[in-house]
């Protein structure tokens, strides 16, 4: 059982090498490590392949104003494949490997710090990929309206509101994020209780993940940018 576990413990060593010194944590024993940026995380997977011992790698952004328990890839959607298969040969060649992946992880962690540097920036990126599906046309809507953008919050949570027509065949999470775009379509044109909306999404979003508590504010912008 070591000998199969060897390219896990190799993996842990390079991120504790490498992503450590840059804020990241381990989640439990699993191969997903997070970065806190308070209203948003950074999130690194080593992740296993079901066919071969071995990794690839995933980093992404994922915004907390959506509670969930679960580490999901929100930013860039579709793009959030680092690096390819790895594949354990011998010790001494996956740990120059797994150093190569969490030195990779580490430059695309300076990337999105740098792109998502400031809450224009994010509004920015994010209204580029609202067209991506109705989850980035919740999280445009966000970030529009705490970059000052209220009016174009307000767009993009209607768009959501009526992203497609009812049907009987709709899951129940579609159905509730349309009826969620309605509401803040109106709540977005009053600053005070859609940032108190956000505040307590981004304190329950923690919670869900366990992480500790957070006494910052959240950005906001009192004008158009």
């Given at each position: 059982?070591?000998?199969?576990?060897?390219?896990?413990?190799?993996?842990?060593?390079?991120?504790?090498?490498?992503?450590?010194?840059?804020?990241?944590?381990?989640?439990?024993r699993?191969?997903?490590?997070?970065?806190?940026?308070?209203?948003?995380?950074?999130?690194?997977?080593?992740?296993?392949?079901?066919?071969?011992?071995?990794?690839?790698?995933?980093?992404?952004?994922?915004?907390?104003?959506?509670?969930?328990?679960?580490?999901?890839?929100?930013?860039?959607?579709?793009?959030?494949?680092?690096?390819?298969?790895?594949?354990?040969?011998?010790?001494?060649?996956?740990?120059?490997?797994?150093?190569?992946l969490?030195?990779?992880?580490?430059?695309?962690?300076?990337?999105?710090?740098?792109?998502?540097?400031?809450?224009?920036?994010?509004?920015?990126?994010?209204?580029?990929?609202?067209?991506?599906?109705?989850?980035?046309?919740?999280?445009?809507?966000?970030?529009?309206f705490?970059?000052?953008?209220?009016?174009?919050?307000?767009a993009?949570?209607?768009?959501?509101?009526?992203?497609?027509?009812?049907?009987?065949?709709?899951?129940?999470?579609?159905?509730?994020?349309?009826?969620?775009?309605?509401?803040?379509?109106?709540?977005?044109?009053?600053?005070?209780?859609?940032?108190?909306?956000?505040?307590?999404?981004?304190?329950?979003?923690?919670?869900?993940?366990?992480?500790?508590?957070?006494?910052?504010?959240?950005?906001?912008?009192?004008?158009?940018?």
């Open positions: 059982m070591a000998a199969a576990n060897t390219h896990d413990r190799l993996i842990v060593a390079a991120a504790r090498q490498v992503l450590v010194p840059l804020g990241f944590a381990q989640k439990g699993s191969r997903v490590w997070w970065a806190d940026q308070g209203w948003w995380a950074i999130v690194v997977e080593f992740q296993p392949s079901s066919w071969d011992r071995g990794s690839y790698l995933n980093v992404a952004a994922k915004w907390l104003w959506n509670p969930t328990p679960h580490w999901t890839f929100d930013y860039p959607p579709g793009r959030i494949r680092a690096a390819g298969f790895q594949k354990f040969l011998n010790e001494e060649q996956f740990t120059a490997a797994g150093l190569e969490a030195t990779t992880a580490a430059q695309e962690t300076s990337r999105l710090r740098h792109d998502l540097a400031t809450i224009h920036l994010v509004a920015d990126k994010l209204e580029a990929t609202a067209t991506a599906g109705v989850w980035h046309l919740y999280h445009a809507g966000m970030a529009a705490l970059a000052g953008r209220p009016q174009k919050a307000q993009f949570f209607r768009e959501l509101g009526h992203a497609t027509e009812e049907d009987g065949n709709s899951p129940r999470w579609l159905h509730d994020l349309r009826a969620t775009g309605r509401e803040y379509a109106h709540l977005a044109a009053h600053e005070g209780p859609m940032l108190a909306r956000i505040g307590a999404l981004v304190k329950e979003s923690r919670a869900a993940l366990r992480l500790p508590l957070w006494h910052e504010d959240l950005p906001k912008a009192s004008r158009a940018v």
